[in-house]
């Protein structure tokens, strides 16, 4: 029996001033399965993250989560669910006043009544999940690209989400990180069992942290497959031309 | 026709801001740590401008009238036209003026490059409500350090016209303040505060929230990475600017005229 649906775009259409971004998006992902994204730049990658979470609406079509329309629920509703999902975003989006345990502690500091202690004791070890457990008294400013990414993974997992939402984790990272967060991310979805959905560029984090592809082109998801492996393999003409007509099929 | 849309925008957000920021006020104990850090920061950090501004414009007042008054014999009239213009007009309204350009520009490229950074949407995601942790500190923050520094400014001002019509005007300092005392405390009608003192208050209370609204409406609205942030905070100063100086106009018929 197929695990149920977590997520799923019906026809969604979106524009910003006029220009079309998601031109009737279909799209699902099953519980415990982690699905890449590519596509172009401006092609609605990350704004098809924000229609999951709530940040931006669909001008057509629905977008459910767990069954649930996102643009009917209350705010009531839309936070409950946001507490079970974390969002990674591509600069780490980290408030640059806090400190990073205080970044990390915030959704449980505003959103819990755990004592200090015990904020405290699942800060320090979600920063030590990632790799950090010594960074958290330096502020964002202190650190580098690569950390930052890590905190936004940290605080992403600080509420143990079911459901994890990463905008391109790899960008702006020497291949050593990237490669390191690329585990991490794999690790998560093994051990924790959470959905992902990951929008990124880079062919060797789709290819690790994958379970199934979708590339996305105006709006659409233009390929759909089973795996990276057959992601890769794909003669699809337009999937050549963004790889590279020089590009062979093994070098990807 | 677009101006006037993106004015209805504006001003429809920022009273909306207002209302909710007023409706969760019950977030101030719980943001008291932070209230603190603005309120240092919107105290003490311009504290050395209000002081100066505050000192070279009672003394430049006193001069002004002190040349006029002196014609006539009147000089020893100096005190009380310094100690009321201070205290009703000039204390609150350069007090106000100094806040909008130094801690307002500043609240507006704070927020702004948050919106711009993807820190608002983060706080959203994590079901961070955005009024009560960052509209609510700034706008009790500003509202009770305006009237603070505008005590100062009303002060130092006075302190600085004394100085000018004893050195120059020759006008004993000791008739100077007394002319300014008498001038201000014959007026008291609300526990014990002069009239022209708790109006120059409220007003400078009322200029405080506007500051912080508009400050914190313009950032939160801002949108295009630096350029926005920078649109932003020009914004912030100039329409806190020009909304100090209506709403100075209404508050002052209401408290004298009407």
């Known amino acids: 029996m197929q695990d149920p649906t977590v997520i799923r775009f019906e026809d969604v259409h979106k524009a910003y001033g006029g220009v079309s971004v998601l031109d009737g998006l279909s799209l699902e992902v099953r519980r415990g399965r982690t699905l890449g994204i590519m596509g172009p730049s401006g092609t609605g990658k990350s704004v098809t993250l924000r229609h999951i979470i709530g940040l931006t609406r669909a001008d057509a079509g629905r977008v459910l989560v767990e069954d649930r329309d996102v643009a009917t629920l209350t705010r009531k509703q839309l936070r409950e669910l946001r507490r079970r999902m974390g969002y990674v975003f591509q600069e780490g989006a980290l408030i640059n006043w806090l400190s990073i345990a205080e970044n990390v502690a915030l959704p449980l500091r505003e959103n819990t009544s755990l004592s200090e202690e015990e904020i405290s004791e699942r800060v320090q070890a979600k920063l030590e999940l990632v790799h950090i457990g010594d960074t958290g008294s330096k502020m964002p400013s202190e650190i580098s690209g690569g950390m930052r990414k890590r905190v936004g993974l940290a605080r992403a997992l600080i509420t143990d989400p079911e459901l994890i939402l990463y905008d391109e984790p790899n960008a702006g990272l020497d291949p050593e990180i990237a490669r390191s967060i690329n585990r991490q991310i794999r690790e998560l979805s093994e051990e924790l069992d959470v959905t992902a959905i990951v929008v990124e560029h880079r062919i060797d984090c789709i290819r690790a942290v994958a379970d199934e592809v979708i590339f996305l082109d105006e709006g659409r998801a233009l390929v759909h497959a089973a795996s990276p492996e057959e992601f890769f393999q794909s003669e699809h003409p337009r999937l050549l031309r963004f790889f590279g007509e020089a590009e062979t099929k093994e070098n990807l | ?258």
């Not at chain 2, 969760?24 to 719980?30: H, N, Q, W, Y």
Request: glycine share 10%; net charge neutral.
């Open chain 2, 1 to 258: 026709m677009s101006f006037l849309r993106q004015f209805l925008e504006n001003t429809g957000f920022l009273f909306s801001l207002l209302f909710k920021a007023l409706t969760r006020l019950d977030a101030v104990p719980r943001r008291r740590r932070m209230i603190a850090y603005h309120m240092y920061n919107g105290g003490i950090g311009v504290l050395h401008v209000v002081l100066l501004v505050g000192l070279f414009m009672g003394m430049i007042v006193a001069l002004q009238t002190g040349i006029e008054l002196s014609r006539i014999g009147q000089q020893d009239q100096i005190g009380i036209i310094v100690a009321i213009s201070m205290a009703r007009e000039m204390g609150p309204f350069i007090t106000a003026t100094i806040l909008s350009a130094t801690v307002g520009s500043a609240v507006a490229a704070e927020i702004g490059t948050m919106a711009v950074s993807e820190e608002l949407a983060a706080l959203e995601v994590m079901s961070v409500d955005r009024v009560r942790y960052l509209v609510v500190p700034r706008l009790v923050a500003l509202a009770v350090m305006c009237p603070v520094l505008t005590v100062i400014c009303d002060t130092i001002g006075i302190l600085g016209g004394g100085f000018v019509a004893s050195s120059q005007l020759h006008v004993g300092y000791q008739l100077y303040m007394d002319s300014a005392l008498d001038a201000l405390l014959p007026t008291a009608e609300l526990i014990g505060i002069p009239k022209d003192v708790y109006a120059g208050l409220l007003k400078s209370f009322v200029f405080g929230v506007i500051i912080a609204a508009i400050s914190c409406a313009q950032g939160l609205r801002a949108t295009g990475g630096a350029l926005g942030v920078g649109h932003a905070t020009r914004g912030a100063v100039r329409d806190s600017i020009i909304a100090i100086i209506i709403s100075n106009y209404f508050m002052t018929w209401a408290m004298y005229q009407a």
